[in-house]
């Protein structure tokens, strides 16, 4: 039986898994696997999906067996084809090139909040403004998002790169933005810094990163009061999986990220009474019963859920994949 308990409320029981809600696949997740299912039912394989549409192993796997291909170079799809743009997001340049290659159908999977970022940037660019992307380089969204324009924009990860910025700290248009999956915490340090080195700096309209984001490290917060261990079920290229890690272990609890149960380290659980359990955005709730299953067997037969917020968002498929009936991602 699973309990609610409420925050900074330390269980009484030893040996408790204590479930983060919210956990798991968030709805620009849940958009993006349900077009390339959706395009796979109708379409058949093989679907074209440029980059991992999530950053999830076992959702990629699974999609692989469905017939899905993930592809880097969009000139490797077959004329006539059927591709799907990842959650993340595409720079222009990719967008230009797809077209040339007489494809079937494009699909764009970029979650909503990504793109709203990636309208901003161009707004900006338009009106002459210099603009500064916090973000971690190498990163798909990063690519996507920087790739809306041409030049004029610079890239820094942490606040030691905002001194090596050749901005002048007087220019009068000058603006940032932000990846939607960064730490909510170092980020508004970064901003904070950024506005005292540009007296000028024009701040996004709206925060850029993601409500899902901010739930889930607020979720790790509550966890963090009332465990002794974390465990993060996420891929080690997901962004937002590795920052709820580093959230844990800032606040001083040991925690680790995993993709699946079987990676699990007895010794982990040492002098461990409660445990916590979330899940990165792109990590479904198979994954977390798996874990479950494992904890049980170390003794770990309590669950609770702390409840910090309730998620409601949802975001509308491409028409040509609707149906009658909502699309309710399988978990």
């Not at 299953?293 to 309730?310: H, S």
């Not at 949802?314 to 609707?322: G, I, K, N, S």
Request: net charge negative.
């Amino acid at each position: 039986m699973i309990q609610t308990i409420h925050q900074n409320v330390k269980p009484l029981s030893d040996k408790t898994i204590i479930l983060a809600n919210p956990r798991g696949f968030c709805a620009g997740v849940d958009r993006a696997i349900a077009i390339v299912r959706r395009a796979l039912d109708k379409y058949g394989a093989p679907i074209y999906v440029r980059h991992e549409v999530v950053h999830n192993k076992y959702v990629v796997d699974n999609l692989k067996k469905r017939g899905a291909i993930f592809i880097e170079d969009v000139n490797d799809v077959p004329e006539g084809s059927i591709l799907v743009y990842s959650a993340h997001g595409v720079p222009l340049s990719v967008r230009e090139t797809a077209e040339t290659r007489n494809l079937n159908l494009i699909f764009d999977a970029t979650c909503p909040l990504v793109s709203k970022v990636h309208v901003e940037i161009k707004s900006l660019h338009k009106k002459g403004y210099t603009i500064i992307m916090v973000g971690h380089k190498g990163h798909p969204e990063v690519e996507g998002t920087m790739g809306q324009v041409d030049g004029n924009i610079y890239l820094i990860e942490n606040i030691l790169d905002i001194e090596k910025l050749p901005i002048s700290p007087d220019i009068p248009k000058i603006a940032v933005v932000t990846q939607t999956t960064l730490s909510v915490d170092e980020t508004r340090e970064i901003l904070n810094k950024l506005q005292t080195s540009f007296s000028n700096l024009r701040l996004p309209k709206n925060e850029d990163i993601c409500y899902a984001t901010q739930n889930r490290q607020d979720a790790v917060k509550a966890l963090a009061k009332v465990c002794d261990a974390v465990l993060v079920i996420g891929s080690k290229n997901s962004s937002n999986s590795n920052r709820l890690k580093e959230l844990a272990e800032n606040l001083g609890v040991k925690s680790y990220l995993i993709d699946f149960a079987d990676e699990i380290h007895q010794e982990w659980l040492t002098n461990v009474k409660n445990v916590g359990l979330t899940a990165g955005a792109s990590a479904p709730e198979i994954l977390v019963e798996g874990v479950i299953n494992v904890l049980n067997k170390y003794g770990f037969n309590k669950i609770d859920t702390l409840n910090v917020v309730e998620e409601e968002m949802v975001f509308a498929l491409p028409h040509e994949l609707r149906e009658n009936t909502p699309v309710i991602a399988s978990r």
